[in-house]
C-alpha cells in the first residue's frame, strides 16, 4: 500500500514537473520572442536606408513579419506604438509572400516556422529589404540579419554581402556586437 | 636678520625688496593657484564629459543588443588612463550593465546612476554621470570615477612657487649688493664720518664723493656743512680766547687808575697845608679818571657797534680843527713820551662830512698808538694830502712796528700787539683800532695800516671822501666864531649832589649864571623863580623824575620855552625817544666831559633859538 501510495506520489511529481517544465518552456520562447521584437525595433536605428528605400520625407519604416501566427509581430506593434526612428514611425505587417514586393517592406522577419521559404521570400521581397532570419543557415539563403542562441542569450549573425546587394548599410557599431559578421557570399 | 633692520639702511633696503618680491610671488601665486583650481575642474569635466560621450556612443549598439562583453570591452579601453580608476555603464533601468575597475584599485561597489547628467567632486575624486541619448532616446548612462589630483597639484605649485621665491631671495640678495654699492654704501660712509665727527669733534673729515646722483648731492652738502662748521667753531674759539684776553685786559686796565686815585686819596688826606702836595695829588686823579672814562667809553663804543647802534651826528667839518682836536687829545702821551711829532697840512681849508668828535677819536687814536708803540724820543709825523676827492692822513712813527702775522688781523676787535713797551704806558683795551676802521667806515673812507716789520716804524693811511665845494660853503667862517658865548641862566637839577655841583662849578666857570637843585619838585619851583635858559635834568630822581619834571615844566607857559637837557646814564636810543617824547629838547649820557662842554652849548643854544623861532611861527 505504502508503496502504492509512494508510487503515485512519485507519479504526481513527476506530472508535475512535466508541467512546469512545460511551462517554463512556453515562457522562455515567450521572452525570447520579445527580446528579438525588441531587436527588430533596435536594428531600423542602425540600418541607413539609401534614399530610394522611401516614398516621402517622412513615409514610415515597415517591418513585415512573415507568417500568420508568430508572436514576435504583435509584441513588435506593442514596442512600436507611437515611436519614431530618424522622424519615421514604424509600421509593422504581417505579410504573406504574395503581398510582398507590392508595398515598401524595410526589414523583413521570417520566424523560424517560415524557415522552409526564406529562399522564396528572398527573391520576392522588396529590393531594400533587410531580411532577418532566426534559423541556421538562412544566412546563406539571402538573409542578412541572423538570431543566433549563445549562452542562453540571443545575438545575431551578420552578412555584409547581402546587405551590400540590397544597398542598405549596417552601423558599425551594430556590426561590433554581432555574433560574427560575414563579408563573403 | 630681522633683529638688524632697525639698524641699518642696507638691512632696510634688503628687507624691502624681499617683502616685496613674497608679495609679488603669494600674490601672483595665489592668483595661479585660484585660476588653476578652476580651469582644473573645467578641463576634467570636459575632459570625462567626452570620455563618457565616446564610451557611450561606443556602448550604444551593446545596451541596445545587450552585449556586456562588447560593453567591458569598451571600458576595458580605459586603462591606457591611469587617472580613471573605475567605470560603468547602466543600461535605461539604472541596472549596472557593464563595469571597469583599473588594476590594483580596490573594487568598490558602484552608485545608482541619478536620474540626468552630472559632475561631482567627492573624497578627492571626481565623478561624472553622463547619459547617452541617442535618436532622442535614453540608451543609458556613463559613470567614471578619475583621481583628482587637487591637493596633489596645489602641493606642486606651491613647491614651485617656493623654488621661485628662493630663486628671487637670491636675485634680491644680488641686486642688494648692487645697491649697497650704489646707495647705501654712500650713506653708510656719510654716517660713518658724522659718528667720527660727533665722537672726535674733528671737523676736517670729508666724506669721499662716489656717486654723481642726489646722494653725491648730499655727500657734497654734508662736506660742506662740515667745513662751515669746522669754520665756525674755530671762529668761535678764536672769538672766545679774544673775548677772554679781552675781559682780563679790561680788568688790568679799569684796575689801574684805581691804585694811583687811592693814592692822591691819602695823599689829599695828608696834605694840609701843604697845597701843592694837594694839586699834584689832584691832577694825578684827574689823568686816571680821564682813562678810565676813556676806557669806559670805548667800551660803550664797542657795545654800541656790536648792536649796531652806533650813530654819527654828521655835520660839515674842517680837517684842521679835527685834526687839532685829536693832537690836543693825544698830546699829553706824545709828550710824556718825548717824541718828535710834525703835523703837516695842506694850505686850504678841507671840509669833510661827518662827526667831528668821532673823526678827533680816530686820529687821536691813530696818534696814542703810535706814541705808545714808539722807544721814547722817537719820531712821529702827521701829514694830510689831497688826492682827487679824497683827504689821505698818515701818521707815521719809526716805533716798534708791526709783525707781518699780526697785520691783516690788525683791525679785528680785541686784537692787541705786545704790552707797550713801556710799561708806564696805559696799553688799552685793544678795539682802539677796530673801532676806528669802523668809524672811519662809517664816514665813506678806508684805512690802512703798513709795517716793514718788527722793529721797523708803522705807518696808518686814513682816507675820507672830501665834501663838495658847495655843501663847504656856508658855515664855514660863522661855525667857529661863536666859541665865546653870553651868560646864561642855567638850572641843574640832580640828586647826585657830587655830579650837580661839579657841572655847576665847570658851568660857572664857563661864565654862567647857575642855580643848583636836588630833587624834582625843588627844580619845577627853581624854574618859575629863576626863569633859567636852559634846564639840566637828570632822569633817574626819587619822588619826581626826570620825566615828570620836564611835562610839568612844558605844561606851564612861564617855563614852556626852557630848552630842556636831560641827564642820564641810559644811551639807548628808546632812552632817548622816552626822554624826547616827555618833552626834552637834548639827551646826554653822562658823565659828561667838561671840555665839550663849550661846544654843547652853544649847540644848545642854536637849538634855543630854533626853538623860539618855531615857537613865533607857530604862534
Redesign the interface.
Known amino acids: 500500500m505504502a508503496t502504492v501510495i509512494a508510487r503515485l506520489v512519485c507519479a504526481l511529481i513527476l506530472v508535475f514537473a512535466a508541467h512546469f517544465a512545460g511551462a517554463a518552456d512556453d515562457s522562455e520562447r515567450a521572452l525570447e520572442q520579445r527580446?528579438k521584437a525588441a531587436?527588430l525595433y533596435?536594428f531600423t536605428?542602425?540600418i541607413a536606408w539609401p534614399d530610394g528605400a522611401f516614398a516621402a520625407a517622412d513615409a514610415p519604416i515597415v517591418i513585415a513579419v512573415a507568417g500568420a501566427s508568430d508572436g514576435v509581430a504583435a509584441e513588435l506593434a506593442q514596442l512600436t506604438a507611437g515611436r519614431t526612428?530618424?522622424g519615421r514611425r514604424i509600421e509593422v505587417r504581417r505579410v504573406t509572400e504574395a503581398v510582398l514586393g507590392a508595398r515598401p517592406v524595410h526589414l523583413l522577419f521570417i520566424p523560424a516556422s517560415e524557415r522552409a521559404r526564406i529562399g522564396q521570400l528572398a527573391r520576392a521581397a522588396p529590393k531594400y529589404a533587410v531580411l532577418v532570419t532566426e534559423s541556421e543557415g538562412a544566412l546563406a539563403q539571402g538573409s542578412i540579419i541572423n538570431f543566433v542562441i549563445v549562452e542562453g542569450?540571443?545575438?545575431?549573425e551578420v552578412a555584409l554581402a547581402a546587405a551590400e546587394k540590397r544597398e542598405v548599410k549596417l552601423?558599425a557599431?551594430?556590426l561590433?556586437?554581432a555574433q560574427s559578421v560575414r563579408s563573403g557570399p | 636678520m630681522l633683529w638688524r633692520i632697525g639698524y641699518s639702511v642696507r638691512s632696510k633696503v634688503l628687507a624691502l625688496m624681499l617683502a616685496s618680491t613674497l608679495a609679488a610671488l603669494l600674490v601672483a601665486g595665489a592668483a595661479l593657484i585660484a585660476y588653476d583650481v578652476r580651469t582644473h575642474y573645467e578641463r576634467w569635466a570636459s575632459d570625462l564629459t567626452t570620455q563618457a560621450e565616446i564610451l557611450g556612443?561606443?556602448s550604444?549598439?551593446?545596451l541596445?543588443?545587450?552585449?556586456r562583453r562588447?560593453a567591458r570591452e569598451n571600458l576595458d579601453l580605459l586603462r591606457v588612463r591611469p587617472q580613471i580608476l573605475a567605470a560603468a555603464i547602466y543600461n535605461t533601468r539604472g541596472e549596472l550593465f557593464a563595469s571597469y575597475t583599473q588594476a590594483g584599485i580596490p573594487e568598490r561597489e558602484f552608485p545608482r546612476p541619478p536620474f540626468g547628467s552630472g559632475v561631482d567632486v567627492k573624497d578627492g575624486d571626481i565623478e561624472i554621470f553622463h547619459r547617452i541619448v541617442?535618436?532622442q532616446r535614453e540608451q543609458g548612462t556613463v559613470y567614471i570615477r578619475a583621481r583628482y589630483g587637487l591637493l596633489g597639484r596645489i602641493a606642486d605649485y606651491v613647491s614651485i612657487l617656493g623654488l621661485v621665491f628662493g630663486l628671487s631671495l637670491l636675485a634680491a640678495f644680488v641686486m642688494s649688493a648692487w645697491l649697497q654699492r650704489a646707495i647705501t654704501r654712500p650713506i653708510a660712509d656719510m654716517s660713518q664720518v658724522a659718528r667720527h665727527v660727533m665722537e672726535s669733534r674733528d671737523f676736517s673729515l670729508r666724506v669721499k664723493k662716489t656717486t654723481r646722483d642726489e646722494i653725491g648731492y648730499l655727500v657734497d652738502a654734508f662736506n660742506d656743512m662740515l667745513a662751515e662748521i669746522g669754520r665756525r667753531s674755530q671762529a668761535l674759539l678764536t672769538a672766545d680766547r679774544m673775548k677772554d684776553q679781552f675781559l682780563a685786559t679790561l680788568a688790568h686796565e679799569l684796575r689801574n687808575p684805581l691804585a694811583p686815585i687811592s693814592n692822591a686819596l691819602h695823599l689829599l688826606e695828608a696834605a694840609d697845608g701843604k697845597p701843592e702836595v694837594a694839586a699834584e695829588a689832584r691832577r694825578m686823579m684827574a689823568r686816571q679818571v680821564k682813562q678810565m672814562v676813556r676806557l669806559v667809553d670805548d667800551l660803550l663804543d664797542v657795545s654800541r657797534i656790536t648792536t649796531g647802534k652806533l650813530v654819527l651826528h654828521r655835520e660839515l667839518v674842517e680837517l684842521r680843527g679835527v685834526i687839532e682836536n685829536a693832537v690836543e687829545i693825544a698830546r699829553p702821551v706824545i709828550d710824556s713820551r718825548g717824541h718828535r711829532f710834525t703835523v703837516e697840512l695842506p694850505p686850504q681849508e678841507i671840509y669833510l662830512t661827518g662827526d667831528e668828535t668821532r673823526l678827533a677819536q680816530v686820529f687821536s687814536n691813530l696818534l696814542n698808538n703810535a706814541a705808545k708803540y714808539t722807544q721814547p724820543g722817537g719820531d712821529m709825523a702827521l701829514r694830510a694830502e689831497v688826492a682827487a676827492d679824497e683827504v689821505r692822513v698818515t701818521i707815521a712813527d719809526n716805533g716798534m712796528g708791526i709783525a707781518p702775522d699780526v697785520l691783516p688781523r690788525l683791525f679785528e676787535m680785541f686784537t692787541q700787539g705786545d704790552a707797550a713797551v713801556d710799561r708806564t704806558v696805559q696799553s688799552g683795551l685793544g678795539v682802539g683800532l677796530a673801532l676806528s676802521r669802523h668809524l672811519v667806515r662809517m664816514h665813506g673812507g678806508s684805512i690802512e695800516a703798513f709795517s716793514a716789520g718788527v722793529g721797523r716804524g708803522s705807518r696808518f693811511t686814513v682816507r675820507l671822501p672830501i665834501a663838495s665845494r658847495h655843501d663847504a660853503a656856508a658855515p664855514g667862517a660863522s661855525a667857529r666864531d661863536e666859541t665865546r658865548q653870553p651868560t646864561q641862566r642855567i638850572l641843574v637839577v640832580d640828586d647826585n649832589q657830587d655830579f650837580a655841583t661839579s657841572l655847576a662849578m665847570i658851568l660857572r666857570d664857563l661864565g654862567h649864571e647857575v642855580r643848583v637843585e636836588h630833587d624834582g619838585i625843588a627844580g619845577v619851583a627853581a624854574a618859575e623863580a629863576f626863569q633859567p635858559r636852559i634846564a639840566f635834568v637828570d632822569i633817574g630822581m626819587p619822588g619826581m623824575s626826570g620825566y615828570d619834571v620836564a611835562r610839568t615844566l612844558r605844561a606851564n607857559t612861564r617855563t614852556g620855552a626852557i630848552v630842556l637837557v636831560a641827564i642820564t646814564g641810559f644811551g639807548q636810543e628808546t632812552d632817548k625817544l622816552r626822554t624826547q617824547e616827555a618833552g626834552f629838547d637834548h639827551h646826554i649820557v653822562k658823565p659828561i666831559d667838561p671840555a665839550t662842554l663849550p661846544a654843547l652849548l652853544h649847540e644848545i643854544a642854536s637849538t634855543a633859538a630854533d626853538r623860539r623861532t618855531m615857537d613865533r611861527t607857530a604862534r
Not at chain 1, 153 to 156: D, E, L, S, T
Not at chain 2, 64 to 67: E, L, N, P, V
Open positions: 527580446v531587436y533596435r536605428e542602425f526612428v530618424g542569450r540571443v545575438r545575431f552601423s557599431r551594430m561590433a556586437v | 556612443g561606443a550604444i549598439a551593446a541596445a543588443f545587450d552585449d562588447v541617442e535618436n
